[in-house]
């Protein structure tokens, strides 16, 4: 898809979208990347388990709406051959997300309920890569279950 494309699509001159947004990076990242602010990521009253569940659910909703499907794919190469993007996509948008783990799995390891080996910061990226395959190889398993599955693997692999 081109600017020209979604101008015409949206119903808008094409000045308008390079006129706001100026690249297909820009127009894809303002569509799947900015939200309202959802608030605290960790509800530090619950316990660990419902937590990490919690963290789960976000990024299989992330994942799972129909923008960030289509507009990923086509930041792939952008993304993969310009490391400039790539980190301003990490701070601007994952950095919350990548210290809310990292805080929670400190906070279980404090608890004594997670190994002490276990890196927040990677669990993070694991969880990413797993929701985004099954979302590419298995779309017509609900966010619930997919949920679901992904919390029983990964509490079973990281808890004491």
């Given at each position: 898809?081109?600017?020209?494309?979604?101008?015409r699509l949206a119903g808008v001159?094409?000045?308008?979208?390079?006129?706001?947004?100026?690249?297909?990076?820009?127009?894809?990242?303002?569509?799947?990347?900015?939200?309202?602010?959802?608030?605290?990521?960790?509800?530090?009253?619950?316990?660990?388990?419902?937590?990490?569940?919690?963290?789960?659910?976000?990024?299989?909703?992330?994942?799972?709406?129909?923008?960030?499907?289509?507009g990923v794919p086509g930041l792939?190469?952008?993304?993969?051959?310009?490391?400039?993007?790539?980190?301003?996509?990490?701070?601007?948008?994952?950095?919350?997300?990548?210290?809310?783990?990292?805080?929670?799995?400190?906070?279980?390891?404090?608890?004594?309920?997670?190994?002490?080996?276990?890196?927040?910061?990677?669990?993070?990226?694991?969880?990413?890569?797993?929701?985004?395959?099954?979302?590419?190889?298995?779309?017509?398993?609900?966010?619930?279950?997919?949920?679901?599955?992904?919390?029983?693997?990964?509490?079973?692999?990281?808890?004491?």
């Amino acid at each position: 898809v081109t600017l020209t494309e979604v101008a015409r699509l949206a119903g808008v001159s094409r000045p308008f979208v390079y006129d706001n947004w100026g690249s297909k990076f820009a127009l894809v990242e303002d569509a799947i990347f900015t939200t309202d602010d959802p608030g605290p990521l960790v509800d530090d009253g619950k316990p660990f388990a419902e937590a990490i569940s919690d963290l789960i659910a976000a990024m299989v909703t992330i994942q799972s709406d129909p923008a960030y499907l289509a507009g990923v794919p086509g930041l792939s190469t952008d993304l993969y051959n310009r490391p400039d993007l790539l980190e301003q996509i990490e701070s601007r948008y994952i950095a919350p997300a990548r210290q809310a783990y990292v805080r929670l799995i400190n906070r279980g390891k404090a608890e004594g309920a997670v190994r002490a080996d276990v890196d927040g910061s990677a669990l993070l990226d694991t969880i990413r890569g797993a929701v985004m395959l099954h979302t590419l190889i298995n779309p017509t398993l609900d966010e619930a279950a997919l949920v679901e599955h992904l919390r029983s693997i990964i509490l079973h692999g990281i808890t004491t």
